[in-house]
């Protein structure tokens, strides 16, 4: 299946707060500053970040054709990663591999937050879930939950449409959202940008010598370097077979040794990143998901007998969430509810 989609337009980012406050005399120092720190993202291959970066600079140096171009360039390498992330997500889908769809396509969205083909897919046509809730805390705002757990305030966005929340909505203290695990996307090498229909000829690295070096990581139990070897592959050649199955056995592996580590929460964040017909990986999802719902509903039972109800309910419906048919959960959350209603009537 061959889906061709043209590069949508990035939205245009506010200047960061700070810079409201830069004082005239400080502009040079302050534009050479962010300067700098494009430079730098741009290097480590964090594309978003060097162009928020760039575009502060343009704001006080809006004749500067360097920059300008930097811009221009940085928006369609961006817009070519996302759109080559969702053309794999639609493959995966076409072959019913819905967590791995999902995680495509959530890359995508963290590259180009207005695909609205792939917001469409990930909140609409992909079954299960791949979020992790997030209490909120008292005056907490979209922009800084965003910054905490994906070190970009920007992407506010995901966590209000996944939430159906407004951007500048006030979150009460007791609000439990849903994030969508998004990862972050980096290319250390830097691709010319193309005109659409996208077709990435030019690789510029050895193919067989990245992958001996992707071997031998992995014989070493250097999982590491495996994973990141393999994605410089895969960001190039997706449909590699041989980088595919390396990155797999080394997310496969991790999360083996955090399951017998009895790290079920970040076992489960490396059997996310495997395709799900990959060896016995369901069923070492459907493991660490049964042992990190017990650790929630212990959690429960400490709240409840310590009279704090709420964060019973809520360590419960967690409980429920990961394993859906847990001997207790149910009963204890209903009864929890119902002293509750109780106690408020008697106040």
């Not at 849903?178 to 940008?193: A, F, G, L, N, Y």
């Not at 964040?269 to 999802?285: C, G, L, T, W």
Request: aromatic share 10%; hydrophobic share 35%; net charge positive.
């Amino acid at each position: 299946m061959v889906v061709v989609f043209g590069c949508a337009a990035l939205p245009t980012k506010p200047i960061a707060p700070e810079v409201a406050h830069v004082k005239k005399e400080s502009f040079p120092a302050f534009t050479e500053r962010y300067r700098s720190k494009a430079m730098e993202y741009e290097k480590n291959g964090e594309l978003r970040k060097a162009l928020q970066s760039y575009e502060i600079v343009s704001k006080f140096s809006p004749k500067d054709k360097d920059v300008a171009k930097k811009i221009t360039d940085i928006k369609e390498q961006v817009n070519l990663l996302a759109n080559q992330h969702f053309k794999q997500g639609l493959s995966y889908y076409e072959n019913n591999s819905i967590q791995a769809a999902r995680k495509e396509f959530l890359i995508t969205l963290s590259l180009n937050p207005e695909h609205k083909e792939a917001m469409e897919y990930v909140k609409y046509k992909l079954s299960g879930e791949d979020y992790t809730p997030y209490e909120a805390k008292k005056d907490d705002t979209l922009k800084e939950i965003a910054k905490r757990l994906y070190n970009d305030p920007q992407k506010d966005f995901i966590i209000a449409y996944f939430n159906d929340l407004g951007k500048d909505t006030k979150l009460a203290s007791d609000t439990t959202l849903k994030i969508p695990i998004v990862e972050p996307v980096r290319t250390k090498q830097p691709i010319e940008p193309k005109e659409t229909p996208v077709e990435i000829k030019e690789i510029p690295f050895d193919m067989e010598e990245m992958l001996n070096k992707a071997s031998a990581s992995i014989k070493s139990k250097n999982y590491q370097d495996a994973i990141s070897i393999t994605e410089k592959i895969l960001a190039y050649e997706p449909t590699n077979k041989n980088a595919r199955d390396i990155n797999n056995e080394s997310y496969y592996l991790i999360g083996k040794t955090l399951s017998r580590g009895k790290k079920y929460k970040e076992a489960l964040a490396m059997f996310n990143h495997v395709d799900p017909k990959y060896k016995d990986i369901k069923e070492s999802i459907a493991f660490v998901k049964k042992q990190l719902a017990n650790v929630h509903y212990i959690k429960g039972v400490k709240y409840f007998t310590d009279e704090e109800l709420d964060k019973a309910i809520k360590e419960w419906e967690e409980t429920l969430a990961l394993d859906p048919n847990h001997p207790k959960a149910k009963k204890d959350i209903e009864n929890a509810r119902s002293l509750l209603q109780r106690l408020k009537e008697i106040k």
